[in-house]
């Protein structure tokens, strides 16, 4: 029997926490479950909710971090310092990570994914479809409906994310770990990215059918943060593979390439701060061997950035 980690990131959640936590509760498996919640100095409800669910469930954790232990990246705050130290804290040989306004549908999604890495020991994560819902939980739609039946690195990387991390479980081995608490984990922008293109480097990764988690939009999550407004997605989106290739010795390179490229082509119509041509500067002259090979990369960007000031 097989233990299973599930890692529960709660920031001003109080409206949203409780049917998360109820969900995961809800779950009918044969594996053993510790869920791990860490609390983000949360300043609404949501402390108390943690708590409470922990002196219900024994297999609640609850780890509540203050606003001074907040890693930023290039100044906005984020919850990675949470996120890494329950991923370190994480037991399971499965782990999976969850936002406290998140949830999962299928109270048998958990067995099914775990089933099929039972099963196939090369598999290093499962997947499927996720439904969208507003603040008040009613659909208004489906993401990635139709998926593969399984991925590699370069159905993984992509300019879009290829699921959603309500949907992701993976296999928790010495190794992945070690690649998502690098130092570049540390710094990458996305880190659902990051952490879907380490278990795909490490071993296939495999669908399972239906929706069986939701993710709900309400316009107060980490993607609508400063931090990836106007064309700054794009760059530390590369950025972050540019990371990835290193880690990986080059393996993925070819692809890794090409998506950034698809970035640097995405950057036609996107305004630029004064702040964000000093940044996209900066990381041209960090990365040279990928930004100055050749034109065509120190063009684009140029040409954007030049555009912008046009209008």
């Known amino acids: 029997m097989a233990r299973v980690s599930v890692i529960v990131l709660a920031f001003q959640h109080e409206a949203y926490l409780a049917e ?3 969900s995961v509760l809800a779950q009918r498996t044969t594996h053993d479950l510790e869920v791990l919640i860490g609390q983000d100095a949360s300043t609404d409800d949501t402390p108390a909710i943690c708590d409470r669910y922990a002196a219900m469930d024994p297999r609640i954790q609850v780890f509540h971090r203050t606003r001074e232990g907040k890693w930023h990246i290039e100044g906005h705050p984020t919850g990675r310092s949470s996120c890494l130290d329950l991923l370190e804290r994480a037991t399971g040989q499965y782990a999976m990570i969850l936002d406290g306004d998140d949830g999962w549908s299928d109270p048998d999604k958990l067995q099914r994914q775990v089933d099929v890495m039972e099963a196939d020991r090369a598999c290093m ?5 996720t439904r969208t819902v507003d603040r008040h939980g009613d659909p208004i739609g489906s993401l990635h409906a139709t998926l593969p039946e399984a991925m590699g690195v370069e159905q993984v990387v992509g300019t879009r994310s290829p699921f959603h991390t309500s949907a992701f479980v993976y296999r928790n081995s010495a190794a992945l770990k070690k690649m998502i608490l690098s130092e570049q984990g540390w710094r ?3 880190y659902d990215a990051w952490l879907f293109a380490s278990a795909a480097s490490l071993g296939r990764l495999g669908r399972i059918d239906g929706e069986a988690s939701f993710y709900r939009q309400h316009g107060q999550g980490i993607s609508a943060s400063g931090l990836f407004v106007r064309a700054n997605l794009h760059r530390l989106r590369i950025l972050e593979w540019l990371m990835f290739d290193t880690l990986t ?3 993925h390179r070819t692809h890794l390439y090409r998506v950034c490229d698809e970035h640097l082509t995405g950057l036609r119509g996107k305004p630029f701060t004064r702040s ?3 940044l996209w500067m900066k ?11 050749g034109q065509s990369r120190i063009t684009k960007i140029m040409r954007a950035i030049r555009a912008d000031r046009a209008h």
């Open 20 to 22: 998360c936590l109820d």
């Open 125 to 129: 994560g499962t997947y499927h479809a």
């Open 188 to 190: 990458a922008g996305s």
């Open 249 to 251: 010795q080059g393996r």
């Open 276 to 278: 964000d041509v000093w």
């Open 283 to 293: 990381a041209v002259l960090s990365n040279p061997g990928f930004f100055l090979a």
